[in-house]
């Protein structure tokens, strides 16, 4: 059978400029994976005051729930993105999609310990997506763009849904029935974006010969990768699973860290402290698209992460000190945490491959460190509430932060050394030796 001739949209696509077509990307995916945010985050914006299950209080179990399931999801991943065909990402972002929706529902009318539940079930087809949505666009020479504009999107969603879901609680919504609402809000709009993403080309010749091939890895292949390279990769995924913990305990206790900081009941600083973070690290990025040699591009991607890292443990220091208040502290850590954060779902990996010139897939790079970080999260959340019950949510959240932010300025210090020594020089990128 012959296949069908593409749409208009994607042979436009395939025949216009850089701008156009990142522009069209960049909104398709940015928009794919805001609104799968309202799948997931919105319940954390409630307290859950006053309920338990078994030993730990009701809203610890269900971040550790969600996290079980997302974690799982990841660990799926690393096989099931990695063999994804490209007819097949549409359709399995909107089966994951609606699973999740019906989880909530499931949330909202179970007793407590249903409701614990029905949130592992919530998570298990999320971890999946990013994978899914960073198929479309990898590989390409603007893959820098697109991967900023793309992680832009859980910089700023998981903000802003947890706004809309505050601003739904005070309008009388309950707090079981709140993450589903926000969740059906947004279907349609995530049903649209994921019809104008399955409408992007596959990258083009000029892509495949700046950026190599980006082929589906079979099990053998994983392994060979994974054993070649496993030095620096351990040493990348233990900095990201501190940075995974880090940022999922901001994000998930960012209700209860802001009431001990006396602004609780404000559901608009949820996205304020977003806002500027997600269009700094959306510039930084962005503008690596501007290096073409690839071994440079990655050595700046690493610079940038290392000044992400050191800049928690800064902002963290200045507000002890007295230096900055609460506002900008949140907002220091945060550009830090995503500098370091954000490169790891599109930029670091994609330059990596290409800078080693082998031929492989990022999305399994990243599923690998998402399968273990969040294991991560799952396990600081427990020492949280089993082993520093007596802790408040703020102050063990200033210790993490500077245990992030020394592990992580080490660690990337060390894998960025490992692989530029491994990475492929190029003529616009002369070995210093040479002109000595």
Known sequence: MTEPPPHRITRWLARTGTGPFAVYAVVMAFTT?????????PFAAAHFAGASFGAIDLKS??????????ALSKFLGVKVNSEMRPAQRAWALVILIVWAELALVLFAVLPPGGKVLALFLNGLPLGTVWGV???????????EILG?????AYVVASGAVKSIGSALLGAGVSESWMPALTGLVFLPIFLAAVWGLS??????????AARTEREPMSGPERRAFLRRFLPGLLLLVIVYLFLTSYRDFRDNYAAEIWADLGADQQSSLFTL????????????????????DNRRGLQLTYAIMIAGSALIGVGTLLFDLGAIGPLTWMILIGLGLYLGYVPYGCVLFDRTIAALGIVATAVFLIYVSDAVAYSGSVAIVLYK???QAAVSKLQFFRYFSYATSAVCTVFFTISGAYFLRRA?????SPDPAASA
């Open 424 to 428: 492929k020089r190029t003529p616009s």
């Open 61 to 70: 179990a269900l971040i550790i729930s969600q996290l079980c399931g997302y």
């Open 273 to 292: 402290t977003e806002l500027p973070i997600a269009i700094s690290v959306m510039i930084a990025l962005g503008l690596l698209f501007l290096v073409k």
């Open 133 to 143: 949505v960073f198929s479309f666009l990898e590989g390409r020479r603007t893959s």
């Open 199 to 208: 409408l992007i080309p596959r990258p083009s010749a000029a892509d495949v």
């Open 148 to 152: 900023a504009g793309l992680s832009c």
């Open 33 to 41: 994976y805001f609104a799968m945010y309202s799948f997931r985050k």
């Open 385 to 387: 509430t089993l082993g």
